[in-house]
Each structure stands twice: as C-alpha cells, then as structure tokens.
C-alpha cells in the first residue's frame, strides 16, 4: 500500500502537512540513519508505538542517479560539505535524508575490534560489551543486513590495481564485508544505489518499522526535546518547506525519546534543549578517523566507475593504526580537490579515466568538540595531533608505494604544494621533510564520541545501554555513544550496539510506561 509513487504509507512529508499537527506515541526518534531506523524497527517489532523525525526528505530507490549534485542538494547535509575548524580544517559529510548516512555510505560492515570492546570495558566502564557478548547482535545484523563479500565480477579495476599494489609489496589485504546483495558494481554507493542492493536503512530498518505500524515525519527539523520533571516529555519540531523556509509545527508526546541524529546533530539538539550531562562530556570526545587520499595516473584505462566502491582494504598497518584503501570520486569532486585550475586542471581531468583516487584512514588519537551556538547550529571544532599528523604523513607514502607498486606512473599527493611524484623512492625523499599540518588536505565521514556511554556518571553522558545519565527516558543511539575510535567503518558498531540497547528498553518497557 502506498501514498504516491515510492512513498509508503506511514512516511509524511512536508508538502502533505497543511497546519500544526500534535501526535502522541510510546516513543520518539529523531533521526531514521543507522541509529534511528534500526532502533525504531526493534521497538516496532515488540509492538511499540514508535514515530520517526527526519530532518531530511524521503527519496526512494528509484529516484537515485549518477548526477553528483543532485544528490549532494537532496541526500546530504550542506551539500555535503562540513568543517571541522583546525589547523588543518578536517571537510565532512553528513547524510540528511530518510535512511541518513547508510543511504549514501560505501557499505562496509566491520564488527567493532575486539581489543575495542575490551578497551571500553576495561577503560570506559562499559558493560556487557565483550566479543562473545556482543557477537550475538552482529550476527543478528549481518543477517539482516546481508553483509557479505563482493560477487567478483563487480570488482573494478582500480580495486584490482590496489590489491595488485598490496601483494606485490607483500602485505595483507582482505575482501570488504559490505551490507549488499549482489551488488551491480556501479560504483553509486555515494549518491544513493539505483538498485537497492545495498541493504540502507531506507530499504531494511525504515520499511521494516513502517510495516509495524511506525511513522515517519520526514522534512521535519527536531528543534528541541521537551521534558518537566527530571524526564522526557517529547519532541517539538518545525517542517522545513522548500528554500529551507519554516513551516508548521509538529508536537510529539512521548515517554521515551532518542537522540540518533549522528555525532554532530545529536549533542547540539541536546544542548538546545537545555539538557547538561554531570560528566562535562556532552559535545566532547570529538573522533573522526582522519582521511587523506592521494591520485594515482596509469598508463591503462582505469575506468573506476565500473565496479564496487571500495573492495579492499589493506590491513598490514592497522596496528599502527593506518588502514589504506582505493575508491573512486565522480569528476566533479576529483576536479574540486585537484591542487590545478584552468588548463592545467583541464589536462589533469583528461586523464580521468586513467586515475585511481586512494587514501588512508587514521585511527585518531585526539579529540574534538561539537558546540551548539544559537542562531549558528553546531560548530564543530578539531586540532590533528602531531602523532596522528606523523601517521598521515606515514599513511599517504603507504598508500602511494602500493599504488606504484601497481604500476602507476606519477601520483598526487595531499599536501598543498607538494609536487606530483613520479616514484616510491621520489615519494619517500619528499615525506622525509617536514610536512606542516596547515598544508595538509583531510577529509572523513567517521564523527564519533560526543555522546560517549560509561556507566560511570563522572565520565560518560550516557549509560552502557544509551540512556542519558539524570535524564528519565532520554536515550542516544547514534556513533556519538562511541567512547573511542574503532579504526574501522562505524556503521555495523552503531547498528548492533543500538540492537543490543533496544532489547534493553524493550525489557524496561513497564519502568517507562510503553
């Protein structure tokens, strides 16, 4: 059953509301990304009253294309563009729309390290959070999710060139576990996959809740969690009508309200709601796994969009804390970052399909902060370490001897003026000098840790299971409940640290009275 071509009933979207509207349910959930959907369909699923609040529209499957600006106005957060100020700033990107960041993510699902879980536990005062603990949940998402390898024949080529590179210098590299089924290896994870194989929350968690009975209020910004007493009391919120005018009210009432609108978007709405956490650690504890990438040319044809985002990664550095891996960038955002303009841009675009973009995912050892300012939004603010700016530096000249191991010919590095290099041995005399973090170019799209969870009220802003400490019926269920970095993509860490929280509530259901 449907309201309109690929709009399911249960999903409301601004241009059907007419006036303010008041809904009542057991639960609220701002947010419908890998937090919000999936513990909306694990409420669902027990029979609970759940409604959702997304900021963003909702665009179904069939709406998705190559076209790079299309969805980075409709699927993204200020077309995709975030700032995270420093010396160097960090650029980010944030999903806004039904699904969230899984809509436009590259699908990788890696359990959280063991020696993680075991940091939080042993450091963090997490509990029930061991690997045999936490090993039930995974599978159970893995299941769900169809997390799986890549069917073969969807390898791309700049994929086969990095495993070529890594086995030639001998290191390890492995297969990605990505949430899809059968992949067509169109390399469109980032816009949205026009086929659905990727298993988002768009096309699991979300249609999942809807058929239980959940609903969705889409184009809608969650301004403020409301509460009297010490607890909860709901959400208040304003639907956003296009040019990013406000209009009508939406007022919900609930017993239970979670925060799931990712590591930025989560402790502003807290703040803005008043809401203070005893440990002084709400906003705080800012991770984001910084990513540098370098540009690598070959004589062959390339072509990256033919094949999977992201069919490898290399893992022999990971105990340093560096993981390398190749993706490919559409034309306009590989132009975007090209240290060239006019002609000697045009020349480096002609070579478009002979490139091979690369790069280096750090686990950080600083943090952060998000800040809410009034009439501003968040503000998010981070200051690279000099040890994470060594381990760039380390990580860009891995990822570029892999790349010419594989036979590239000159690679780009992500140093402002930096010369191109046209060999490993060219590239290790460079990165002996100083590099200066100013010049650096990092990126991410990992924002962890602004919420952290410890059972200890001095230190974490939430509990083990989410629930916000002082605060009846106030939880988060997002990446900012990470007390630390993980080293790897985020997603199946939120995803089955949010099922594990849901059967929590779900067990505590008459103490909240839903």
């Known amino acids: 059953m449907s309201t309109g071509l690929g709009i399911p009933a249960g999903v409301t979207r601004q241009s059907e509301v007419t006036g303010d509207l008041h809904v009542e349910c057991a639960v609220a959930v701002v947010g419908s990304g890998a937090g919000g959907a999936t513990m909306a369909a694990e409420l669902a699923d027990a029979g609970i009253d759940v409604v959702m609040i997304e900021e963003g529209g909702y665009y179904p499957t069939e709406t998705f294309t190559a076209e790079a600006g299309r969805a ?89 060139l990095l495993k070529a ?68 009391t709901g959400v208040e919120g304003r639907f956003i009508r296009p040019g990013g005018q406000r209009g009508p009210r939406l007022t919900v009432r609930s017993a239970v309200v979670v925060a799931a609108g990712g590591a930025v978007q989560t402790p502003a709405l807290l703040a803005r709601s008043g809401l203070k956490s005893r440990s002084g650690q709400l906003g705080r504890n800012l991770t984001l796994h910084p990513n540098a990438k370098v540009i690598a040319f070959f004589d062959e044809e390339v072509t990256g969009w033919h094949g999977v985002h992201q069919a490898f990664q290399v893992r022999e550095f990971m105990n340093e804390g560096i993981l390398l891996t190749a993706v490919n960038l559409p034309p306009s955002l590989v132009a975007l970052g090209m240290p060239a303009h006019g002609r000697e841009l045009g020349d480096l675009m002609a070579d478009y399909n002979h490139m091979v973009t690369a790069g280096c995912l750090i686990e950080d050892t600083g943090t952060g902060r998000v800040r809410n300012v009034p009439g501003l939004g968040p503000q998010v603010s981070y200051q690279i370490t ?3 700016a060594a381990r ?123």
């Open 72 to 160: 980075l106005r409709t699927l993204y957060r200020d077309g995709g563009v975030g700032i995270a100020l420093g010396k160097p700033p960090v650029l980010f990107s944030e999903g806004r729309c039904v699904g969230g960041s899984t809509v436009v993510n590259g699908g990788m699902s890696w359990r959280t390290p063991p020696e993680v879980l075991e940091r939080w536990a042993r450091d963090e005062d997490v509990a029930e959070i061991s690997e045999r603990e936490m090993a039930p949940y995974f599978a159970k998402v893995e299941s769900r999710l169809s997390v799986g390898f890549q069917d073969p024949e969807t390898i791309g080529r700049d994929s086969q």
């Open 165 to 232: 590179g890594a086995d030639a210098r001998g290191w390890k590299i492995i297969p990605n576990l990505r949430n899809q089924l059968h992949c067509a290896g169109t390399n469109n994870c980032t816009y949205g996959c026009p086929t659905g194989a990727k298993r988002s929350m768009l096309v699991t968690s979300v249609p999942r809740a809807l058929a239980r009975g959940a609903r969705v209020f889409a184009d809608c910004r969650a301004e403020r969690i409301t509460g009297s007493g010490g607890a909860v």
């Open 386 to 388: 000099d040890r994470d």
């Open 392 to 514: 760039v530096v380390r990580g860009v000249l891995l990822t570029a001897e892999v790349m010419f191991a594989a036979g590239a010919r000159r690679v780009l590095l992500p140093f402002s003026g930096a010369p191109e290099v046209h060999s490993a041995a060219e590239a290790r005399d460079l990165l002996e000098r100083p590099v200066a973090k100013r010049s650096m170019e990092l990126f991410t799209v990992h924002l962890m840790g602004t919420a952290r969870m410890s059972d200890n009220p001095a230190r974490g802003v939430v509990d083990s299971f989410g629930a916000f400490h002082g605060v009846r019926g106030l939880l988060v269920a997002d990446a900012s409940l990470f007390p630390g970095p993980i080293g790897v993509n985020p997603m199946e860490t939120i995803v089955g640290l949010v099922t594990r929280n849901a059967q929590r509530l779900i067990q505590q259901r008459d103490q909240y009275g839903i």
